[in-house]
């Protein structure tokens, strides 16, 4: 059974950083593209960054880029957000997710808080 | 950007309907669309992907079509269940990858 289980989540004061976990199972880790979605609080859901298998390409949304670094260490079968300069706005349940392109985000974390507030 | 506008924003309805829900796509998408039903305080689940494909443990309640810019999804035969938020979602091409903002299917 695929199991994907974040952590990290926490209250941070604007200008901080926090550091997002993903522990996977049920599943060869390192085939496997992932990402990062999240979700304000009451809103809809958005992309965030990406990361192939092998690590060698990487893409993060404009909203986040310069502040974020997607990172993934498959001996340890785990994903990892680092979050630096947090804006208000970063508030939000972020998932980790399994992603193909023609299949989609086709297994979701349970998801981690993330509020940035003073 | 590609942008998704999906309708109606919500609906109501009731238990047994036939429910639609349109995504269209600011520029053709060929078939990289998906649906997902999300429920509150949970993450998103899969139901569709390229655009008419069931995945694996969904109901065969749920069907999707179209490509290019306009897609469907339907709900043959609505379940208490079933009353939840659903997104499209475009995975054409390079990133970003973008959602639609969502329907929220409501009890009538």
């Known amino acids: 059974e695929v199991q994907l289980v974040e952590s990290g989540g926490n209250l941070v004061q604007p200008g901080g950083s926090l550091r997002l976990s993903c522990v996977a199972s049920?599943?060869?880790?390192?085939?496997?593209?992932m990402t990062w979605v999240r979700q304000a609080p009451g809103k809809g859901l958005e992309w965030v960054s990406y990361i192939s298998g092998s690590g060698s390409t990487i893409y993060y949304a404009d909203s986040v880029k310069g502040r974020f670094t997607i990172s993934r260490d498959n001996a340890k079968n785990s994903l990892y957000l680092q979050m630096d300069s947090l804006r208000a706005e970063d508030t939000a349940v972020y998932y980790c997710?399994?992603?193909?392109?023609?299949?989609?985000?086709?297994?979701w974390g349970q998801g981690t808080l993330v509020t940035v507030s003073s | 950007d590609i942008q998704l506008t999906q309708s109606p924003s919500s609906l109501s309805a009731s238990v047994g309907d036939r429910v639609t829900i349109t995504c269209r796509a600011s520029?053709?998408?060929?078939?990289?669309l998906n649906w997902y039903q999300q429920k509150p305080g949970k993450a998103p689940k899969l139901l569709i992907y390229a655009a008419s494909s069931l995945q694996s443990g969904v109901p065969s309640r749920f069907s999707g079509s179209g490509s290019g810019t306009d897609f469907t999804l339907t709900i043959s035969g609505l379940q208490p269940e079933d009353f939840a938020t659903y997104f499209c979602q475009q995975s054409y091409n390079t990133p970003p990858w973008t959602f639609g903002q969502g329907t929220k299917v409501e009890i009538k």
């Open positions: 997710a399994r992603f193909d392109i023609l299949t989609g985000f086709d297994y």
């Open positions: 520029q053709n998408m060929d078939i990289y």
């Open positions: 049920g599943f060869t880790f390192r085939t496997y593209q």
